[in-house]
């Protein structure tokens, strides 16, 4: 891309986390700036290993390449993919007719016997022959959850709430991790209109992408162009989800992305994609934030919802219940 075309800024998270008090000040002011502007944002030394970022892709690799059959073993009738393996051409996006070209697996959060949340959110399913897979996955879990709460942390102070808002409003959220294989576009696949992901907007409060390095992801602009965004190896790119739209009123915007079919050499080649996707707890209400209310931005949802609530609906939206 030219110097002249817009790109989403990436910025330094250590000024957050380790700088002064004038660093932390000027990192949620370029946050906010970010979010406000494309909701999108990278994220650089973020201190993701590269090593369990590597390992995830092997283990992924290895298992998206097992037979169908195979994978369908791992699929819960019913479950709306809320766990396990969700097949290739099932997830249709809202508003669109023809299915996404992926399939996925979802990991979400587990509690331990003696938690008061024990048995409030659903099993994980493990395969049996990947015996590093499970373990990889957790690891890549917890470190994605606490790099969300760490962005979580910044976003409240870029909308003076106090740095430890959502601290106890996500922390026994059904945040989910979702590897994505999409399948070399050989022959017709594609001819139909169908892409590897259709336009959409994300349904949590933000969602965290560990970058794969291959092009595609393209996120509209406010001025309705689409901008493609490198996911380059080191940088995780944070998106503000609808959920987050609605509570702050549309000041931190919700922003509509894809992932096209590439050109080649990229076209007959797989594309891997491990996204974080944040959610509040369950039984928390999303209502309007009255600091992202005024007399130029009047309240747009004046009738809360719960967090489970808003999931269950978008989920009938893009086909998985």
Not at 11 to 28: H, M, T
Not at 138 to 155: T, V
Request: aromatic share 8%.
């Amino acid at each position: 891309m030219s110097g002249t075309e817009p790109q989403v800024p990436e910025l330094d998270i250590r000024r957050f986390d380790q700088g002064s008090d004038a660093d932390r000040e000027a990192f949620v002011a370029d946050l906010g700036e970010a979010l406000r502007g494309y909701g999108f944002v990278g994220i650089r030394e973020h201190g993701l290993d590269d090593a369990l970022v590597a390992r995830a892709y092997g283990v992924l690799k290895q298992f998206f390449a097992l037979s169908t059959e195979a994978k369908m073993k791992l699929h819960i009738p019913g479950g709306g993919g809320a766990r396990g393996y969700t097949a290739f051409g099932v997830e249709t996006a809202k508003d669109h007719t023809v299915a996404d070209l992926k399939e996925f697996w979802h990991v979400g959060r587990t509690f331990t016997a003696d938690s008061e949340w024990a048995g409030t959110l659903p099993d994980n399913l493990w395969p049996a022959d990947l015996p590093d897979f499970r373990e990889t996955l957790e690891a890549l879990y917890a470190a994605l959850d606490q790099l969300g709460n760490r962005m979580l942390r910044a976003i409240a102070m870029h909308l003076e709430l106090g740095e430890q808002w959502f601290a106890d409003k996500v922390d026994h959220g059904n945040s989910i991790l979702r590897p994505i294989h999409y399948p070399p576009l050989a022959g017709a696949l594609g001819a139909d209109g169908a892409v590897r992901a259709a336009a959409h907007g994300d349904i949590n409060l933000i969602t965290l992408l560990v970058g794969s390095g291959e092009p595609g992801l393209q996120v509209l602009s406010r001025k309705g162009e689409w901008i493609p965004v490198s996911t380059i190896e080191g940088v995780v790119v944070c998106n503000v989800g609808d959920m987050l739209e609605r509570l702050t009123n549309n000041v931190l915007p919700s922003t509509i992305h894809r992932v096209v079919n590439p050109p080649e050499p990229w076209r007959s080649q797989p594309r891997y994609s491990i996204p974080f996707f944040l959610h509040p707890n369950s039984e928390f209400s999303i209502e309007t934030l009255p600091e992202c209310v005024s007399e130029a931005n009047p309240d747009r949802y004046p009738e809360p919802i719960t967090a489970d609530e808003f999931l269950q609906q978008r989920l009938r939206e893009i086909n998985l219940v």
